[in-house]
């Protein structure tokens, strides 16, 4: 499965982004998908995940009631809406598919580039 995610960028603080993750070659509805982050001297997090069809998500303490994940099954696309952005949010975002609970970090299995979001003061 080939990730590519797009959509990153400089932001100020309490802004907007949407970040989009398109996968390619095997890929299957019913995996789940997710985003991660992982900022400067910190290890990478699950921010988000969301199962097969959508219904279930699951998000980080740090961003719910922020940041809102959704899919597209028909385009094996996976987005993730970020709101009220912090300086903290600043991190460079991985998409990622995988099999399993869509909270658990060992579920997800293959990942993509990157791509940064930087958020100022």
């Known amino acids: 499965v080939q990730l590519q995610a797009s959509g990153g960028g400089l932001v100020r603080a309490g802004g907007s982004l949407r970040l989009s993750c398109a996968a390619s070659g095997r890929t299957a509805s019913t995996y789940i998908m997710g985003w991660f982050r992982q900022a400067p001297g910190k290890e990478r997090e699950l921010v988000a995940g969301?199962?097969?069809?959508?219904?279930?998500?699951h998000y980080a303490d740090s961003v719910k009631g922020r940041f809102t994940i959704s899919r597209h099954n028909a385009k094996n696309t996976v987005y993730l809406q970020l709101s009220r952005l912090k300086p903290e949010d600043t991190a460079v975002y991985y998409c990622?598919?995988?099999?399993?609970?869509?909270?658990?970090?060992?579920?997800?299995?293959?990942w993509g580039q990157g791509t940064q979001v930087t958020v100022s003061s």
């Open positions: 969301i199962n097969w069809s959508g219904y279930a998500t």
């Open positions: 990622a598919v995988g099999r399993g609970s869509i909270w658990r970090t060992t579920a997800y299995e293959s």
